[in-house]
């Protein structure tokens, strides 16, 4: 028998096919499903069925954070500098 035969009588021509097909087409559907499954571990603690799910994590924190940057950079060019209303004595900036 001829080796090609055999070849495609055991399937190994088509699982090489298949597996560069997976390899060339199907990679952004792993990347996307391992991407979410880790959004879902890293955000656990949202509450996602509340009406507002941005407000039960630091979602808060941060845009408060981005504020007072936004404020920094205006007034004095720099990103840290010093805001009495959060933690009065200490320097904010990227921490």
Do not use: Q
Not at 42 to 56: D, G, K, Q, T
């Amino acid at each position: 028998m001829d080796s090609r035969a055999l070849a495609g009588r055991a399937g190994g021509d088509g699982v090489k096919a298949r597996i560069v097909k997976f390899i060339n087409d199907g990679w952004p559907v792993v990347f996307l499903l391992l991407h979410a499954v880790k959004m879902f571990a890293w955000f656990h603690r949202v509450e996602w069925h509340s009406a507002l799910p941005i407000v039960n994590h630091d979602f808060i924190i941060y845009y408060a954070r981005m504020l007072r940057f936004h404020e920094f950079v205006a007034r004095s060019g720099r990103f840290w500098g010093y805001d009495p209303t959060n933690m009065a004595g200490c320097l904010s900036g990227p921490s």
